[in-house]
Nanobody
Framework: QVHLVESGGGLVQAGGSLRLSCAAS????????MGWFRQAPGKEREFVGV????????YYADSVKGRFTISRDNAKNTVYLQMNSLTPEDTAVYYC?????????????????WGQGTQVTVSS
């Protein structure tokens, strides 16, 4: 069984930074990709980015490319989302997701396990 817990969300001014963490339980973390998604009020959940099982490959949505960075520490069963140059459009609940394989795409069907989410609010 996999359990994911996000942390690090909060209120930040536009232009600021936040780092989200996602701690995973279970024995599969180091062998699977991990994704980040977000859902803004009144909008569908959208893909933010994904990191491969080893951390050697990442892929980001165009909306966050160059501003957000995903990293992972397999020894700590933790994945991170560093968010810089935040704008009010980044306001959303952010979710980490555990993929079923070593690599995954933006398709949320490839992620069988999800965290409960953490709120990020960016003020203008």
């Amino acid at each position: 069984q996999v359990h994911l817990v996000e942390s690090g969300g909060g209120l930040v001014q536009a232009g600021g930074s936040l780092r989200l963490s996602c701690a995973a339980s279970g024995r599969t973390f180091s062998s699977v990709a991990m994704g980040w998604f977000r859902q803004a009020p009144g909008k569908e959940r959208e893909f933010v980015g994904v990191i491969s099982w080893s951390g050697g490959n990442t892929y980001y949505a165009d909306s966050v490319k160059g501003r957000f960075t995903i990293s992972r520490d397999n020894a700590k069963n933790t994945v991170y989302l560093q968010m810089n140059s935040l704008t009010p459009e980044d306001t959303a609940v952010y979710y980490c997701a555990h993929a079923a394989a070593g690599w995954a795409t933006r398709d949320d069907a490839e992620y069988p396990y999800w965290g409960q989410g953490t709120q990020v609010t960016v003020s203008s």
